[in-house]
Nanobody, 122 residues
């Protein structure tokens, strides 16, 4: 089994920055992918970014491209989401996910963290 735990969320003013971390325990993913999704109240879960653990390729949603960056930690059991130039519309619960492919659909991921709240004030 794989357990994922997000951290780093909080309250930040518009224009500020946060770095989210996702720590994996149990089985580690030497191949496959990890990703970040977010979900605001009353909205569907939205793809944010993904990283291939095979070749390091990254993918970012248009809504966050140029502002957010996904990366893999040196420990290989941690993935980060560096968020800059935050906007109120970025407010959501952010979820870490792990799966076999770096897709954009939630159904493509087998493991999920419990989420961490990010609130951006104006």
């Amino acid at each position: 089994q794989v357990q994922l735990e997000e951290s780093g969320g909080g309250l930040v003013q518009a224009g500020g920055s946060l770095r989210l971390s996702c720590a994996a325990s149990g089985r580690t993913f030497w191949r496959g992918a990890m990703a970040w999704f977010r979900q605001a109240p009353g909205k569907e879960r939205e793809f944010v970014a993904a990283i291939s653990l095979t070749d390091g390729s990254t993918y970012h949603a248009d809504s966050v491209k140029g502002r957010f960056t996904i990366s893999r930690g040196n420990a290989k059991n941690t993935v980060y989401l560096q968020m800059a130039s935050l906007k109120p519309e970025d407010t959501a619960v952010y979820y870490c996910a792990a799966g076999n492919v770096a897709g954009r659909g939630p159904y493509e991921y087998d493991y999920w963290g419990q989420g961490t709240q990010v609130t951006v004030s104006s």
